[in-house]
């Protein structure tokens, strides 16, 4: 009952098959009394012209939102006093590289308020960074009524920069005291089922 199999398939592959006389007219026949041809070429038509349409106001939209509703930094999570900022300029305002900066600095700010688990046990602690937080927050709106004021310099670009970093810093420092208290109840938990 073993066969080698390539010796199969070449024999199989050196047979010429024949279609029997007018297979293809038959099929071809049934195929437009099943579907006409004009029938066939409208429904790829009219779906190829509702995808080119979808695509492009999907693009457009996307466009028009982006270039014309930038996200402002201001209206992100850490930034608990809104001030009415027409006219003023900000660090993003001064150049690209300083926009990302900023850009950068403010997401991952949020990033880190958005993962922290808040329970009654850390609620204490959590409140604490939180209110160092706001401080950091306050001297930044500080920092950038300065650069309205006095215009920029090096100085306060510095210190707007440091700031981000001190809060991002600030943090990532509670996430680190959340985890040891979290690992430590845990420590305490597989002792006291041991």
Same mark, same amino acid.
Request: glycine share 2%.
């Given at each position: 009952?073993?066969?080698?199999?390539?010796?199969?398939?070449?024999?199989?592959?050196?047979?010429?098959?024949?279609?029997?006389?007018?297979?293809?007219?038959?099929?071809?026949?049934?195929?437009?009394?099943?579907?006409?041809?004009?029938?066939?070429?409208?429904?790829?038509?009219?779906?190829?012209?509702?995808?080119?349409?979808?695509?492009?106001?999907?693009?457009?939209?996307?466009?028009?939102?982006?270039?014309?509703?930038?996200?402002?930094?201001?209206?992100?999570?850490?930034?608990?006093?809104?001030?009415?900022?027409?006219?003023?300029?900000?660090?993003?305002? +001064?150049?690209?590289? /300083? #926009?990302?900066?900023?850009?950068?600095?403010?997401?991952?700010?949020?990033?880190?308020? *958005? &993962?922290? $688990?808040?329970?009654?046990?850390?609620?204490?602690?959590?409140?604490?960074?939180?209110?160092?937080?706001?401080?950091?927050?306050?001297?930044?709106?500080?920092?950038?009524?300065?650069?309205?004021?006095?215009?920029?310099?090096?100085?306060?670009?510095?210190?707007?920069?440091?700031? +981000?970093?001190?809060? /991002? #810093?600030?943090?990532?420092?509670?996430?680190?005291?959340?985890?040891?208290?979290?690992? *430590? &109840?845990? $420590?305490?938990?597989?002792?006291?089922?041991?």
């Amino acid at each position: 009952m073993e066969q080698d199999l390539r010796k199969l398939f070449e024999t199989e592959r050196d047979k010429k098959f024949q279609l029997k006389e007018g297979h293809e007219d038959r099929f071809m026949e049934r195929l437009d009394r099943e579907m006409p041809p004009s029938q066939r070429t409208s429904r790829v038509w009219v779906l190829s012209i509702a995808a080119t349409v979808l695509v492009l106001i999907s693009v457009g939209a996307f466009l028009f939102t982006s270039q014309d509703n930038p996200i402002p930094a201001e209206e992100v999570v850490v930034d608990a006093e809104k001030e009415d900022d027409k006219g003023t300029i900000s660090l993003g305002d +001064l150049s690209p590289d /300083l #926009e990302k900066v900023e850009n950068y600095y403010l997401a991952s700010i949020n990033l880190e308020l *958005s &993962k922290l $688990e808040v329970s009654p046990d850390n609620k204490e602690l959590v409140d604490s960074y939180m209110e160092q937080l706001a401080e950091l927050n306050r001297e930044y709106q500080q920092l950038n009524k300065e650069l309205n004021t006095f215009g920029p310099n090096d100085q306060t670009i510095s210190a707007l920069i440091k700031n +981000l970093q001190l809060r /991002l #810093e600030l943090l990532q420092k509670l996430k680190e005291k959340l985890n040891q208290i979290k690992s *430590s &109840k845990n $420590e305490q938990l597989s002792t006291i089922q041991a």
